[in-house]
């Protein structure tokens, strides 16, 4: 099974420090909403942001959206093979259905979006398709790590050893029950923070440049597809 931890996500609700100002009070009211019930968002709050520390850091719902539609509906996913939490900037985790499917829309995502950071989950009843959970980050990878000594947790990062499909293909377990851990940040500028590196065993660099968080997902995901011939069990399970 492969999961994957989009980590330290740009996706937040307008923080109190900003919802006064006039560029966030119109935008929200441009929406029906109060400032503190929208999603921070750098291509609307741009010049806001400068005012916040890590402003570079935070506001870009479009790479979770982007990272998810590259993740979400692919045959490791309908085969069941694939998880996907999402690791916010103050420490919670949204689990992911694997059957959810999201808007292709940016705008309907956004409202999803809110919606779960209000309520705490979408829909707000129900079963859940995206819920926060109080769960750390260490946690969550222990529960993912179950009894599984032979664990993989993988950190995909700039400066971690070099690889490649080929490469990270012969890394992965020949055993599909051994869990792959695979943590992507899902922010725009900048480094870890805290021990979010320390959490991952094995560091790994995918190319010399900076790549997409999105491109990156993609391509974890493929190369284990192709490991455990994903494709070729679904035509002869059909
Ligand atoms: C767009 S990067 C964000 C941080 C980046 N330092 C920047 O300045 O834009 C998003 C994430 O994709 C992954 N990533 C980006 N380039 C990578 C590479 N060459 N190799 C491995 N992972 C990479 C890392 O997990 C990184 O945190």
Not at 57 to 69: H, T
Not at 167 to 184: A, H, K, R, W, Y
Not at 214 to 231: D, G, P, R, T
Request: aromatic share 4%; proline share 5%; glycine share 6%.
């Amino acid at each position: 099974m492969l999961h994957v931890i989009l980590l330290e996500a740009a996706l937040e609700l307008i923080p109190p420090e900003l919802s006064a100002l006039k560029q966030i009070q119109k935008h929200a009211s441009k929406r029906n909403k109060k400032p503190n019930e929208i999603l921070l968002d750098q291509s609307n709050h741009g010049r806001s942001m400068t005012r916040l520390e890590d402003g570079d850091r935070r506001g870009r719902p479009d790479i979770v959206l982007f990272s998810l539609q590259s993740l979400l509906e692919t045959p490791l996913c309908k085969a069941g093979s694939l998880s996907i939490h999402i690791h916010l900037q103050d420490g919670r985790i949204v689990e992911v259905n694997p059957t959810v499917r999201l808007p292709r829309n940016h705008d309907r995502f956004v409202g999803l979006m809110e919606q779960l950071l209000l309520k705490g989950q979408v829909p707000p009843t129900g079963d859940p398709l995206l819920r926060i959970s109080n769960d750390s980050l260490s946690e969550l990878i222990s529960t993912l790590k179950g009894s599984s000594s032979d664990a993989l947790t993988l950190l995909a990062v700039e400066g971690g050893k070099k690889s490649n499909m080929k490469s990270l293909i012969e890394t992965f377990p020949s055993d599909m029950d051994i869990p792959v851990i695979l943590g992507v940040g899902a922010f725009p500028h900048g480094d870890f923070q805290g021990n979010v590196r320390d959490v991952f065993e094995t560091h790994i660099e995918l190319d010399r440049d900076v790549m997409m968080a999105w491109h990156v997902c993609s391509e974890i995901l493929w190369a284990y597809s192709l490991k455990h011939e994903v494709i070729a069990k679904r035509y002869s399970d059909a």
